[in-house]
T-cell receptor, first 114, second 114 residues
Framework: AQKVTQAQTEISVVEKEDVTLDCVYE???????LFWYKQPPSGELVFLIR??????QNEISGRYSWNFQKSTSSFNFTITASQVVDSAVYFC???????????FGKGTKLTVNP | SQTIHQWPATLVQPVGSPLSLECTVE??????LYWYRQAAGRGLQLLFY??????ISSEVPQNLSASRPQDRQFILSSKKLLLSDSGFYLC?????????????FGNGTRLTVT
């Protein structure tokens, strides 16, 4: 069985603060892939990143960074110097190797206030 | 480049009426196709997926059905809508190339059953 838990339902920060969104996953497979998606108020889901289970290197893309730790089964997402445009629901997702399916967490709603 | 079209954007239907939501993908061939539902709250629930024409896998027994009459066309249907069918329906595609490639989503259809 596979499961993704995003314990933070809602987070509210003030612009320019750093914020970390937590994601904990469960899987029995040794090969799996983790994803983050952003859903702005308009509704469409935007793909942000994919990580495979054999690559634990952290990744940075502009103000976004991701911390993958297999020891704690976590794949956390940090936004540095948050901006109002970062306000959205963020989803973490998991796909087991070779599976056609992507399982999503329940999402974390981030509100960045000016 | 690949694009995904989903329509209509919004729909209000009475209980007991039929439903047909359509999704088409351009710029790719033989994609995997998916229907997700996002009910009030934010979680994404996988309803159906298809790995080829006429091949449909159902994840949740319910009032809905899906069909894939053409390679890049995916249709979500119901003969008689229930109030509980209200929600935000998202179509997505995924390439079979590579390992566990990301899903790419359409803009969604907001369905309200009255």
């Amino acid at each position: 069985a596979q499961k993704v838990t995003q314990a933070q339902t809602e987070i509210s920060v003030v612009e320019k603060e750093d914020v970390t969104l937590d994601c904990v996953y469960e899987t029995r497979d040794t090969t799996y892939y983790l994803f983050w998606y952003k859903q702005p108020p308009s509704g469409e889901l935007v793909f942000l990143i994919r990580r495979n289970s054999f690559d634990e290197q952290n990744e940075i893309s502009g103000r976004y960074s991701w911390n993958f730790q297999k020891s704690t089964s976590s794949f956390n997402f940090t936004i540095t110097a948050s901006q109002v445009v970062d306000s959205a629901v963020y989803f973490c997702a998991l796909s087991q190797g070779g599976s056609e399916k992507l399982v999503f967490g329940k999402g974390t709603k981030l509100t960045v206030n000016p | 480049s690949q694009t995904i079209h989903q329509w209509p954007a919004t729909l209000v239907q009475p209980v007991g009426s039929p439903l047909s939501l359509e999704c088409t993908v351009e710029g790719t061939s033989n994609p995997n196709l998916y229907w997700y539902r996002q009910a009030a709250g934010r979680g994404l629930q996988l309803l159906f997926y298809s790995v080829g024409i006429g091949q449909i896998s159902s994840e949740v027994p319910q009032n809905l059905s899906a069909s894939r009459p053409q390679d890049r066309q995916f249709i979500l249907s119901s003969k008689k809508l229930l109030l509980s069918d209200s929600g935000f329906y998202l179509c997505a595609w995924r390439s079979k190339l590579g390992h566990n490639s990301p899903l790419h989503f359409g803009n969604g259809t907001r369905l309200t059953v009255t």
